[in-house]
Structures are given as structure tokens and as C-alpha cells.
């Protein structure tokens, strides 16, 4: 069975400040990672993905991840957040067969002014 | 905007009745996703269709169904509703492949009183 931890339920950072938002998954074969943020009252919107390839993956609104293999890592991060970008955010991972989605338990990113 | 659409956005109602949840996945795409996000439970996937066929099944209770019609739009019934199916229901599209991407429709609020 696969699953995927975020241990912070929140997050706070200055605005202009880096941020990071942490995953770590468990899943038998190949992993297929996701990050997704959800806006108060709005679906989930996909931010970037890792299938193979690069470690470093970029996504929307000047996001990345790191993927770490060793440590099971897909740790989500930005270098200059913004005020915008509080949200709760949802990492995600999903099986060989290409059918569900398991996602962790959400961190909740707030960036103060 | 993903180009999923679900309806309705809200929906009310009592303990014991049957409601029927839509979804209109994204043009082109043939797999369509059902998950349930409430805050005891968090995001939990409950259903898989391909192309009209059931294709993966999670953690749906027995008085939920689901189907995915020719035109490709799925439909969640949900019976004999009790106060813990509150919840916010989200659809979800996907290309085919391991690699798709899931996109995310804007989900409906249920309340059930």
C-alpha cells in the first residue's frame, strides 16, 4: 500500500521569504509524485509532477520540488513567497496502474506580510 | 480553470435521501475520478471509470455508486445519506497513461441534515 506523510499542518512564512512544504511517501514500485493546491472554497489545482527524470521539477506560479529518492522526499518549495500563495497544499502520490491518488493530510501555508 | 465541471456546487439535504452528484471531464480525456474530502477523513479516493468501464475501486461505501455514460460524464449517486456523508465531493479527468495528470473539477459541497 502507498502512502504519503506531510508533518506540518502549517506552515508560516514572511513574504519575500523562501518557503518549503514537506512530503514524504512510501509506495512499492515506481514513484509518481504530485503536488496540488487548494484556494478556500475552490478544487484542487496541480502544480507539478515527477515521473522520472530531473530531480529538480518546476511548476506553476514559480514553484518547484525536490525529489529524493534516498530519503522518499518531495519536499515543495518556492524562493520568494508570497502573500498569495497561502493556501493549503496537498502532496500526493499515485500507483503503477495509474488509478488513484493517495494524498497526505495537507499543510496549510500561511505568508505574512 | 481545469475544464472539469461539476454540479451542482451545493447541495442540502436530509438523512435517509438520494442525491446525484455530476461530472464533465476535460475534452479528450477518458478517465474520470470520483474522491470524498471531508475533515475527519481527509482527501480518499473512491472510484475509477475508463472509458464506460469500472476500472478501480477505493474506499466507497456500498450505498454509493457511480457510472460513466458514453458521452463520457460520470455520475456519483449517493444513498440512503447519513449525516457523516457530509462532505465535499471532487471530480477528477485524466489523459491516459501513468504519467496524466489528474485535473481537478471545482467539487460539490453536500451538506446532509
Known amino acids: 500500500a502507498q502512502s504519503v506523510a506531510q508533518p506540518e499542518d502549517q506552515v508560516n512564512v514572511a513574504e519575500g521569504n523562501p518557503l518549503t512544504v514537506k512530503c514524504t511517501y512510501s509506495?512499492?514500485?515506481?514513484?509518481?509524485l504530485f503536488w496540488y493546491v487548494q484556494y478556500p472554497n475552490r478544487g484542487l489545482q496541480f502544480l507539478l509532477k515527477?515521473?522520472?527524470?530531473?530531480?529538480l521539477v518546476k511548476g506553476s506560479y514559480g514553484f518547484e520540488a525536490e525529489f529524493n529518492k534516498s530519503q522518499t522526499s518531495f519536499h515543495l518549495k518556492k524562493p520568494s513567497a508570497l502573500v498569495s500563495d497561502s493556501a493549503l497544499y496537498f502532496c500526493?502520490?499515485?500507483?503503477?496502474?495509474?488509478?488513484?491518488?493517495?494524498f497526505g493530510g495537507g499543510t496549510r501555508l500561511m505568508v505574512k506580510p | 480553470d481545469s475544464g472539469v465541471t461539476q454540479t451542482p456546487k451545493h447541495l442540502i439535504t436530509a438523512t435517509g435521501q438520494r442525491v446525484t452528484l455530476r461530472c464533465s471531464p476535460r475534452?479528450?480525456?477518458?478517465?474520470v475520478y470520483w474522491y470524498q474530502q471531508s475533515l475527519d477523513q481527509g482527501l480518499q479516493f473512491l472510484i475509477q471509470?475508463?472509458?464506460?468501464?469500472?476500472?478501480a475501486k477505493g474506499n466507497i461505501l456500498e450505498r454509493f455508486s457511480a457510472q460513466q455514460f458514453p458521452d463520457l460524464h460520470s455520475e456519483l449517486n449517493l444513498s440512503s445519506l447519513e449525516l457523516g456523508d457530509s462532505a465535499l465531493y471532487f471530480c477528477a479527468s485524466s489523459e491516459m497513461g501513468t504519467s496524466g495528470t489528474q485535473y481537478f473539477g471545482p467539487g460539490t459541497r453536500l451538506l446532509v441534515l
Open positions: 509506495v512499492s514500485g515506481n514513484p509518481y
Open positions: 475534452s479528450g480525456d477518458l478517465s
Open positions: 500526493a502520490v499515485r500507483d503503477d496502474a495509474g488509478n488513484m491518488l493517495t
Open positions: 515527477y515521473i522520472t527524470g530531473d530531480n
Open positions: 471509470y475508463y472509458n464506460g468501464e469500472e476500472r
